[in-house]
T-cell receptor, first 112, second 114 residues
Framework: DAKTTQPPSMDCAEGRAANLPCNHS???????VYWYRQIHSQGPQYIIH???NNETNEMASLIITEDRKSSTLILPHATLRDTAVYYC?????????????FGQGTELSVKP | NAGVTQTPKFQVLKTGQSMTLQCAQD?????MSWYRQDPGMGLRLIHY???????DQGEVPNGYNVSRSTTEDFPLRLLSAAPSQTSVYFC?????????????FGSGTRLTVV
């Protein structure tokens, strides 16, 4: 699976959009981009995933660049409850089973 | 629907003791995994399974054994606990990747080895 690079920490004002970047310059054509988050001491939570088209669900939006070498997770109206570590993961769709590899992630602090 | 259930939530072991961390899911997920998380670090994959009877090693498998006799259960065994195994352990499960659902994680087991 391709390696990802994320900033170690970011701040965001409550009510504003939080934009979390991820670089995955070595991504291959059959690899998907996944985002998870981990709120303090809890198990990670799946947020969203995508291949090449932008995706949106009730939690967030995922913007993937045309060359697929980077992506941005957008939390449109961040709340204090969105304070967490956010992980960007690139993995092959297929017979990879439970081999989901986490990096260091971005620690997002949402401030009042 | 309980999701992924891990037991116990907390455990203290003495060096050299053995124990089994339990993980059960009621979602009929084929894939199950175990991770450990040390302070200030991300999650590291210990072992994983793509289905009953099939297991494989992750990034940090030494000191741990697993088996998958049923779809629902994926226990993690520490044969001889060491202080280096003090950590928070998370179990996760998922449908086959062709179904493309995210992984569901348990709430964790906090293990201290003294």
């Amino acid at each position: 699976d391709a390696k990802t690079t994320q900033p170690p920490s970011m701040d965001c004002a409550e009510g504003r959009a939080a934009n979390l970047p991820c670089n995955h310059s070595t991504i291959s054509g059959n690899e998907y981009v996944y985002w998870y988050r981990q709120i303090h001491s809890q198990g990670p939570q799946y947020i969203i995933h995508g291949l090449k088209n932008n995706e949106t669900n009730e939690m967030a939006s995922l913007i993937i660049t045309e060359d697929r070498k980077s992506s941005t997770l957008i939390l449109p109206h961040a709340t204090l409850r969105d304070t967490a570590v956010y992980y960007c993961i690139v993995r092959v769709r297929g017979n990879q089973g439970g081999k989901l590899i986490f990096g260091q992630g971005t620690e997002l602090s949402v401030k009042p | 629907n309980a999701g992924v259930t891990q037991t116990p939530k907390f455990q203290v072991l003495k060096t050299g003791q053995s124990m089994t961390l339990q993980c059960a899911q009621d979602m009929n997920h084929e894939y199950m995994s175990w991770y450990r998380q040390d302070p200030g670090m991300g999650l590291r994959l210990i072992h994983y399974s793509v289905g009953a009877g099939i297991t494989d090693q992750g990034e940090v498998p030494n000191g741990y054994n697993v088996s998958r006799s049923t779809t629902e259960d994926f226990p993690l065994r520490l044969l001889s606990a060491a202080p280096s195994q003090t950590s928070v352990y998370f179990c996760a499960s998922s449908y086959q990747s062709t179904g493309h659902y995210g992984y569901t994680f348990g709430s964790g087991t906090r293990l201290t080895v003294v």
